[in-house]
């Protein structure tokens, strides 16, 4: 059987403190789940998004600072725009728009982190494969 | 150790700590200008309130607050003089002329990690005042300072110099071997000393304050009893190299041998001649094996003997000159004082009367003195007691002491009198002998009342009272009155002039008369303690390595000041009071039957219970233990001295006047103050930058232009070959196994032709190591894994000294290019103590796969910043904008200050504003007008405005909104994020828009409309002189082709950096304004078709990393 395929895009500054921490205090996190980091959610355009389902992901996961909390501003504001219009994007392509998910998080938050991310993979583990993938690899799954 | 140095130093003087100062000090040398910034406090932000002061205020000010500590206290214009003080003040040529002084750094705050190791081995670590500290805790560096105060008065004491508050604080962390160390490195004789010295230390401890000194001769006698049980041979390591030069040494006695040893370490070979059969010396002959047993004697001669130091025993040397012909290049006469003095009364060639000295030598070296069985000592010193108590192990049933001295003020110290008198010795005092009667022996001794009297030439002569006499029986004396040196009996007064008492005469460097001979010790000084003795006889051998090589006596005593910063703590009121044990002795009637020792010493519990006593005054032990940990960094240096500089300054800004010598200079011109803190830190801030504005005035002529230090763009499309360097942390980031597992790792990915683990980043070397590397296996991309996260040349909250460090010495001190690094932060996400080899490696690889990817996707930085031209635009008049204006024409800009600005079309409502016309040559006023718009960035404004009807189009680099009715024109810093990352530039002058200020009426409840001019003029310099050349492809790029001029970009972004233009077909484009541009990539993100990217974080590069998170990391990182 082939696990799903998990991104986490995870934002330099709150939530990688909360995932620096969780790592610390050895709490364990989805093994499934694959996590880059960026210095902003604001750098990651529809484009990228997409490329993830593209390159086989089955759950796309954006962690993400508070509107309030941005480094830079326009951060979580351009995360939710883009959420929003790549998740009726999945609609027309068939995905379910729940594989996209958006969280925010302050910097001392990791145990709301880990619990969110394993809900992240649990939800996406029950909905299987993405349906966009080639079927030899949809029914590996 | 260091040579004391004076630096000459040509700045605007600042003193005093505090966010006050950091802010002049931003202000002046981002402007261009060179400030000396002296504090008494170790780091810049110890404000007088206390570091925890700080806590009060608002979290998010260190959003701020560490990038711009980083950024001043780093910059290359500014002269960090902490732990300093202004001695005096003077007037120069161009202002003033300051002397000062730095106290010594024990740790180099340029070298220093923070690895904290040190902390580690530190024996003090635990108590209560550790002296290795990081502090203040929030300071954005991990640097450490070492505590070090005034010398010990224990250590001051001891004619050697014997650290024992170091070997106490050993002690008392249980690290018994390296406490005898350092007693060794200064006394090679501790189990002798540790029975028999008179201990000074003790006497000056002060602990007998609270209640009694320590016993610290006990705990150096268990340290080196510890080592003999524990079967250990002590012995000295040969030196390390021989010189050239032989000396020999006469006598090896303490003073003897302590020369030949110190003479020996240093690598001169020594020969020393002894008459007697066995070496030691007085410590042989003159000291009992109850208080010195011979075993503790043989085995520290031995351990001297066996660092290669020649003893001849049984050798009387009866001429130096014949020693010099025979080839040695120095004596050193310690022969010590060997013969007795006489009494000089009747009857005193009897049979039956002994002299001291030579009847204890009979005893100890030869077994053949006899005493009677009424043995009368005459004579109350310590060689009395021990010729007292050898007579009665002899077998004498009555032994008495007669001694002219009453009991307080007998010469014997009072253990020994205590001592002697627990075993049976009757005393006599206040009485002289003046007649031994006897008819062929000795029957009686003959005393009389008698006294010390001082003499008018300083002497004391003894007084009789012939009134009151009586007589001893006795058939033994033993004339115990002191000694004289020898030097007539073996001939050698004929070459060394003698003094009184037969002394060799010296001069202060123990030399004799005759060149190349030295003399030191009792036959110099006449008789003295064994620590003193062998205190001269070191001192004696740093004068004969003087003179054989010309270096400086390489032996150190310190005094009270030779070290240190500041007296001693106060002692702790929560101390308790505890006495110091009494150290077991057999029993008196036990005891006085053989010639076994008396003392047993103290046992480990009870020497480590001792030593916790020490009060540890001097904070720092200085027993070099730390030096250990930070031998590969080279941080640590205890010797380090107080640095000496002088200051040439045009102005002074007082942050602190608490720290001037003299508040008289408070009231001279050019000497500006930062005004205490009244309100909230912007108040204290808003005057740094006043002080700051009003002081460039005078320091124009220092303001250096930043010249532009563009590079080349770097060619990323050569072959990728790839480095990688692992920090370590001088050893604490991980166990080395697995840093060594990483390091392999890497070694395979491919691509990497060079992998490596290096002790420092942050270092010096380090970076060179980097450098070498890098030149040897033409490296063309760099993965650095440490602490530091980005290769970029600014500093945000994250950032620390450390970090910025190691980017300095690689890009600007190397020449490194720092596009071709990619930097990780391994440091903060591996907690090595919790984390099992396995763990470590695992989560080094997960979070290296990132940088090798990036490795590939590297875009050019090009550095450098550049000047921005000079024209300021001032909108609005009044004082502060002519205050702002007169003080930029000062300092060399063209100001076009605009009096009356309006933003709407209605008709003029204000009156024209009077102006002072003779002030400034380089204004241009303008009455009124009306101000359409402003467009552009920093450098490249252009304000749309009509004057007298007409149509208008200024140009400036920087736009100053002073009046209330232009402040619309700036953007909103009310946007979220914004106040996060600006806000204490916000608080008074700064808009999100670089290059834009405005003066907001809130600003004026804080400061005058003078200063505030002054202050707005200090950012304006700032802006003009140190702008970023924002072209280093962090700001995006937009593609034409791709652009379809939608928008959504320029709304989302709140600094104003992107804006539509008209391309050539009409259609619309976006445009980055790079000056305005924080290089957030939010217009990137929001861009619905791909047309923006960022060349550093390229839209190929993230996508290649969700390529290969998807791929498990299999895609880029595979073995080659």
Known sequence: ?141 | MNTRERDSIEAVLLVGSGYGALKVAEDLVQSGIPVAWVTARPHYLELPLGAEALADWPADLDYQFRPLYLRVTRHPLLTALPQARILSAGNGTNGFVVEGEQDPRYIDYDLCTGCGKCTELCPLNDSERPPITRRPAQCPTRALVLDKRATGACRVACPLGVNAQAYLALTAAGRFDEALAVVRDANPLPGICGRVCHHPCETECRRAEVDEAVAIRDIKRFLADFEAHAGVVPSFMPPAQRRTGRVAVIGSGPAGLTAAHYLNRQGFQVTVFESLPQAGGMLRAGINSFRLPRRVLDIEIRAIENAGVTIQTGTTVTSVQALLAEGFSAVLLAAGTQADLQLGIPGEDLPGINACVSFLRAVNLYGTAAVGAKTVVIGAGNSAMDAARTALRLGAASVTVVGIEQESQLPAHPREVREAREEGVAFVLGAAPVAFEGTSALERVVCCKARWQPHPDGSQEIVHDREDTFSLDADCVIVAIGQRAQLKECGLDQEIETGPGGRALIDTCYATPVAGVFAAGDVASGPSTVVEAMAAGRAAAGSIIEYLTGEVCPFDTPTRETRGVGDYPDIPESLLRRRRPDAPQRLPRVRCRDFDEVDMGLGADEAVAEARRCLQCSVCCECRACEAACEQIGAINHFSSARQFTIAAPAIIVADALELPDAGLLDRDQVFRVADLKHDLTDVMLSGSAAAGRAMVAAAKLRRAAVPRETDVEDLSDEVRIGFFLCTCNDTLASRSALERVRDLAGHVRGVVHSQLLMSACHPAGADLIAEAVGRHTITRVVLASCVCCPLEFQCISCNDQRTRARLHLFERLGLPRSRFETINLRDSLLAERLSDDEVVDKARDLLRASFVRARYMAPLTQGRTEIGKQVIVLGGGDIGRSCALNLDLQGFSVRLVHNPQLTTDPLRRQPHQVDTSAGNNITHVESAIIRDIRGQMGDFTIHARQDGAARRWRADIVCLVDEAVLPLALNEDAPGLKKLYRYDFAFFHTPQAGMFRVLPRTLERVQEFEAGAALAAQVARSAAEAFLKDHLLSPRVDPERCRGCGRCVDICPFNAIQLVPGLDGLYTAEVARHNCVGCGGCVGRCPVTALDMPYFSNQLLEALVADAMAGGKTYNEAS
């Open chain 1, 1 to 141: 059987m082939k696990r799903p395929n998990l991104l986490g895009i995870c934002c330099n500054w709150s939530p990688w403190t909360c995932l620096n921490a969780a790592g610390r205090t050895n709490l364990e996190l989805p093994p499934d789940l694959r996590i880059i980091r960026v210095m902003c959610i604001g750098r990651i355009n529809q484009a990228l998004i997409l490329k993830a389902f593209e390159y086989g992901a089955d759950g796309v996961i954006l962690l993400e600072c508070r509107d309030e909390d941005c480094r830079y501003g326009p951060g979580p504001e351009v995360g939710h725009a883009n959420v929003t219009l790549v998740r009726s994007l999945l609609d027309l392509l068939g995905i379910d728009q729940q594989r996209l998910v958006e969280r925010s998080f302050e910097a001392h938050e990791k145990d709301r982190m880990v619990t969110e991310l394993w809900n992240f993979a649990e939800r996406i583990e029950a909905m299987g494969a993405n349906p966009a993938k080639p079927r030899q690899e949809r029914e590996a799954v």
